[in-house]
């Protein structure tokens, strides 16, 4: 019989929404350690460091080490740094990567500096402006890389959602007709990332998230069991309207239920 050794969990929609941890977290994560699963969190959002985001789930009661979290941020810098060496870097984004860049050594470029920037990196940066999508469109059009942290449309906040990384991502390539590499989820560059920090196989693991777009299609790329919680942006109308090949392999109303349907089934 099958069994997982491990999850990649997402943390958006899944632990928490905003500031406020999803009912039934907490306990899910306990009893996930408790059974000897490996958990590994892996987030989109780019705009923190691990360390922010471990300190994060602490204040929720959710103890995790920051070596245990991957985010979209971390893992650009890194396959910036294995696809060129050290580069110089227009940072579109949030603190979380351009710490990250500073860690690994990269050189972060202002946007007056455009045209001296291997790489143009999107992600979610609050104070966006014409002034930077002009800067970001005169670099890429002069030669300079185009990459993405992950391309959400939206990000869940306290009092809703908000427009994501994604929007900016799309307004760039609007204005140089030139697609990103995008190294968050859904791109498989991501979870060979994790795979390679967890050393488990990957019919081994099962991913758990709450977009169908991004958790579970990134699942599907890789070759990884799936599941969804409707904790977080997917409804259960919406599940049922996307075709039987991009569904996911289970589905539970928040991670305390998944746990209790991959215990029931023998599974962990």
């Known amino acids: 019989m099958k069994k997982y050794s491990g999850l990649i969990l997402d943390l958006d929609g899944c632990i928490y929404w905003g500031d406020r941890l999803i009912s039934g977290s907490r306990e899910a994560v306990e009893k996930f350690r408790e059974s000897g699963l490996k958990l590994f969190f892996l987030t989109n959002n780019s705009t923190m460091t691990s360390e922010q985001y471990s300190l994060k789930l602490k204040r929720m009661g959710i103890i995790v080490d920051p070596e245990e979290i991957l985010t979209s941020g971390e893992a650009t810098a890194i396959y910036i740094l294995k696809e060129s060496g050290l580069s110089r870097v227009m940072a579109l984004t949030g603190e979380g990567f351009k710490e990250y860049c500073r860690r690994i050594g990269h050189v972060l470029v202002d946007i007056e ?9 999107a992600g979610l940066d609050l104070e966006f402006n014409y002034m930077k999508l002009k800067a970001a469109m005169r670099a890429i059009l002069s030669g300079a890389k185009f990459v993405a942290t992950n391309s959400d449309s939206t990000i869940p906040v306290n009092d809703g959602v908000d427009p994501g990384a994604g929007a900016i991502v799309a307004a760039i390539r609007e204005s140089t007709s030139v697609d990103p590499i995008v190294i968050g989820k859904p791109s498989r560059i991501i979870i060979d990332m994790c795979l390679e920090k967890m050393r488990l196989d990957r019919d081994k693991v099962l991913i758990v998230g709450d977009r169908i777009e991004t958790d579970v299609e990134v699942g599907k790329r890789s070759g990884i069991d799936t599941a969804l919680v409707l904790s977080g942006v997917t409804t259960r109308e919406k599940l049922e309207s996307i075709s039987r090949e ?23």
């Not at 991009?246 to 962990?268: F, Q, R, S, T």
């Open 113 to 121: 500096r455009w045209s001296r920037v291997d790489y143009v990196v």
């Open 246 to 268: 991009k569904k996911p392999d289970y589905v539970a109303e928040n991670l305390l239920h998944l746990y209790e349907i991959l215990y029931m089934k023998g599974l962990i």
